[in-house]
């Protein structure tokens, strides 16, 4: 029972993600799972030394309404494409924010801010959005944690009366893109920072809006 625990949702064929020590990420799939230990075949070349025997790291099985995440341990890393691992804890269940959402497939312009230093605006799609955090599609590669800025026109979508809005995020789970996109890019939940009263309620304002118009349909 105690290895069921552990292990959770954990079984074979299941995609998971690898939170490495450089802090990128490697997508996986389960190979076979048994107790604490498991065998995830790598989706994607890593860079030499990134995965030696000893790395603790997050292990983490994205979800449409939240995340399992553990911390394991590398036991064996005989090379390219698998890796052993052995999980640590039971898993920890991360919850998607629970305002409403509304689903918007909106492009919009990313600019990641790293070092004080503002980086160069890249495409993204915005996938969802609500009053308190988006979610990015195919966004260039990021990382938990990241202070990141959206550019987004939410009077593309119909029945909206709210323009363009630029808001600052910060990123709270990031994981590859799904097989078939750009292997470089990542998907991203962002929730939305403090102290930009007048962007937060303009995407008030738009949900709302979105939401109105689903309820009288």
Same mark, same amino acid.
């Given at each position: 029972?105690?290895?069921? %625990? *552990?292990?959770? !949702?954990?079984? !074979? #064929?299941?995609?998971?993600?690898?939170?490495? !020590?450089?802090?990128?990420?490697? %997508?996986?799939?389960?190979? $076979?799972?048994?107790?604490?230990?498991?065998?995830?075949?790598?989706?994607?070349? *890593?860079? =030499?030394?990134?995965?030696?025997? #000893? $790395?603790?790291?997050?292990?983490?099985?994205p979800l449409s309404w939240g995340m399992y995440k553990w911390l394991c341990i590398v036991s064996c890393h005989p090379g390219q494409p698998k890796v052993e691992v052995e999980l640590l804890d039971a898993p920890m269940f991360i919850q998607r924010r629970l305002d409403p959402r509304v689903g918007v497939a909106l492009a919009a312009e990313v600019c990641l801010f790293r070092n004080n230093k503002r980086g160069? =605006?890249?495409?993204?799609?915005?996938?969802?959005?609500?009053?308190?955090?988006?979610? +990015?599609?195919?966004?260039?590669? +990021?990382?938990? #944690?990241? *202070? *990141?800025?959206?550019?987004?026109? +939410? $009077?593309?979508? !119909? %029945?909206?009366?709210?323009?363009?809005?630029?808001?600052?995020?910060?990123?709270?789970?990031?994981?590859?893109?799904? =097989?078939? @996109? @750009?292997?470089?890019?990542? @998907?991203?939940?962002?929730?939305?920072?403090?102290?930009? =009263?007048?962007?937060?309620? $303009?995407?008030?304002?738009?949900? %709302?809006?979105? +939401?109105?118009?689903?309820?009288?349909?």
């Amino acid at each position: 029972m105690a290895s069921v %625990a *552990i292990a959770g !949702p954990l079984g !074979p #064929g299941v995609q998971v993600g690898l939170q490495l !020590p450089s802090s990128s990420t490697c %997508a996986a799939r389960v190979a $076979s799972c048994s107790g604490r230990s498991l065998v995830l075949e790598l989706l994607e070349e *890593i860079a =030499p030394g990134a995965l030696e025997e #000893g $790395s603790v790291m997050d292990l983490f099985m994205p979800l449409s309404w939240g995340m399992y995440k553990w911390l394991c341990i590398v036991s064996c890393h005989p090379g390219q494409p698998k890796v052993e691992v052995e999980l640590l804890d039971a898993p920890m269940f991360i919850q998607r924010r629970l305002d409403p959402r509304v689903g918007v497939a909106l492009a919009a312009e990313v600019c990641l801010f790293r070092n004080n230093k503002r980086g160069e =605006p890249h495409e993204a799609v915005v996938a969802d959005l609500s009053n308190g955090g988006l979610k +990015l599609e195919r966004a260039r590669q +990021l990382r938990s #944690g990241d *202070i *990141i800025e959206v550019q987004l026109d +939410l $009077s593309a979508t !119909p %029945a909206s009366s709210t323009g363009p809005v630029t808001l600052a995020g910060r990123v709270v789970m990031a994981y590859p893109s799904p =097989p078939g @996109d @750009d292997p470089a890019t990542t @998907d991203a939940h962002v929730c939305f920072l403090e102290g930009q =009263p007048e962007a937060l309620a $303009s995407v008030g304002r738009f949900v %709302a809006q979105q +939401l109105k118009c689903r309820w009288e349909a």
